[in-house]
């Protein structure tokens, strides 16, 4: 198996596989593959539903491509080293990789109420692939140090890392759409990863173009 990451800032993972191997992506995930790759669902050992992509009879290529611009980078993980990620950052993984639930904060309002802040954990043993958005700032914690984040722009971070959320009340802010902001406690030891452009982040910078008012008060039709 091979696998290298072509282009930016939107890039692709392209992943070689011989005959016999596999890799494991989310359902209907991928962007492209040969035609000697066969895919297979319902993988056992993780929560997540994943398909399974085989090379079965000769060699052949599958590519997974990045849903904003960013970076994809490489995790490998076994017992004790797992790494938690955020909600659409498990890109693709060897077998033996497993995502499952990391974990959950609800929101009852703004961009985040859907699914609210949403890690999951990537374990089990082999390498996965992860995406993350815009650029990207590491954060090595010592034992006992803690860091605050807007919780959209926790990329990943080691397991290793105790996260909370703190409520902020009186801030009144377009993400959580209340007079109550949010902040993601991540307290070491352990190595966190921050993203710049987030998909909920991004998505709540576009709504005031996309008001209705907004647009006529600006001459648009």
Sequence with gaps: ???????????????????????????????????????????????????TYSALGAAGTIAFAAKLPGSIRPVDVAPGTEVLVHRHGFLAGTPGIEVSPGFQQS?????????????????????????????V????????????????????????????????????NRYFADDVHYFAVLSGPGTVWLQSTPLPVSAAALVPYLNSSHLSAQGKP
Excluded: K, N, Y
């Design 107 to 135: 929101f009852a309002a703004g961009v985040f109420a859907a699914e609210g802040f949403l890690l999951r954990r990537i374990g089990g043993q082999g390498r996965a692939w992860v995406e993350l958005a815009g650029q």
């Design 1 to 51: 198996m091979q696998d290298q990451v072509l282009g930016s800032p939107m890039p692709v993972l392209s992943i070689s596989l011989e005959p016999g191997e596999s890799v494991l992506a989310e359902a209907g995930e991928f962007a492209w593959m040969t035609d000697s790759i066969q895919l297979s669902t319902g993988v056992g050992g993780s929560p997540l539903r994943l398909s």
């Design 137 to 172: 700032v590491s954060c090595p914690l010592r034992a006992g140090q803690s860091l605050r984040a807007h919780p959209g722009h926790v990329g990943m971070l080691d397991s290793s890392v105790t996260v909370q959320v703190m409520p902020v009340h009186g801030v009144v």
